[in-house]
C-alpha cells in the first residue's frame, strides 16, 4: 500500500514538473502565436492568393464552383498579407503556413510524385488545374517574375513579395508564358 502511494505520488510530481513548463495550445492557437510573432528585428515577406482571372473567363468555369465561396467577388482569395521569414524558408513553405492559418483549402503533390521532383500546387480554395479550362492552374511570381522551377525550391528572402495567381490561358493572361527555351 506505502508502495502504491509512493508510485502516485511520483506520478504527481513528473506530470506537476512537465505541466508546469509545457504550455498547452490548440491548433489554432498555434498558428496565431507563431504566425503574427512579428517584431521590428524581423525578417517578413508579404504573400497574396488571386483568382481574378477567372472573372473573365467565367463560362469555362466548372458550374459547381461558380460562387462567392470559392471565386470571391474581388478575385482576391487572400489579399497581401505579412508572414515572418524563417531561415530558409521557401515560397512553398509561406504558402503552406498561410493557408492553415487562414483555413484556405490547399492540395498539393509532393515532391517525390511527379518527374519534376518539386511540389506541385495542384488546388487552392477548391480551384484545381482545370477547373477553368484546359490551360487553367496556379502560378506563382516572386517579386513580379515568374520561376521556372517549383515553389519549393524558390528560397525567399527579406521583403519578397510572393503571389499565387491563377491563370486560364497557360500564364499568357497574367504575363507569365514561357515561351520554348526561356
Avoid at 38 to 66: F, G, M, Q
Avoid at 115 to 121: A, D, I, P, Q, W
Wanted: with cysteine; net charge negative.
Amino acid at each position: 500500500m506505502k508502495k502504491d502511494f509512493l508510485v502516485l505520488g511520483a506520478i504527481i510530481l513528473l506530470l506537476a514538473i512537465l505541466l508546469s513548463g509545457t504550455k498547452i495550445q490548440s491548433v489554432d492557437e498555434y498558428y496565431l502565436t507563431h504566425l503574427d510573432d512579428i517584431t521590428e528585428d524581423s525578417e517578413t515577406v508579404t504573400l497574396s492568393i488571386n483568382c481574378s482571372t477567372v472573372l473573365d473567363h467565367w463560362n469555362k468555369l466548372s458550374p459547381a464552383l461558380r460562387d462567392d465561396k470559392y471565386v470571391p467577388p474581388d478575385g482576391w482569395i487572400l489579399q497581401e498579407t505579412e508572414y515572418v521569414l524563417r531561415p530558409g524558408d521557401t515560397a512553398f513553405d509561406i504558402l503552406s503556413r498561410a493557408v492553415r492559418y487562414n483555413k484556405i483549402q490547399m492540395e498539393y503533390q509532393g515532391a517525390d510524385a511527379n518527374v519534376y521532383n518539386s511540389v506541385y500546387v495542384k488546388g487552392i480554395n477548391y480551384l484545381y488545374e482545370y477547373s477553368c479550362g484546359p490551360l487553367s492552374g496556379w502560378m506563382y511570381r516572386v517579386n513580379e517574375k515568374y520561376p521556372n522551377y517549383g515553389c519549393d525550391s524558390y528560397e525567399l528572402n527579406d521583403g519578397d513579395k510572393v503571389e499565387f495567381i491563377y491563370t486560364c490561358d497557360l500564364g499568357r493572361d497574367v504575363g507569365g508564358y514561357f515561351k520554348k527555351g526561356e
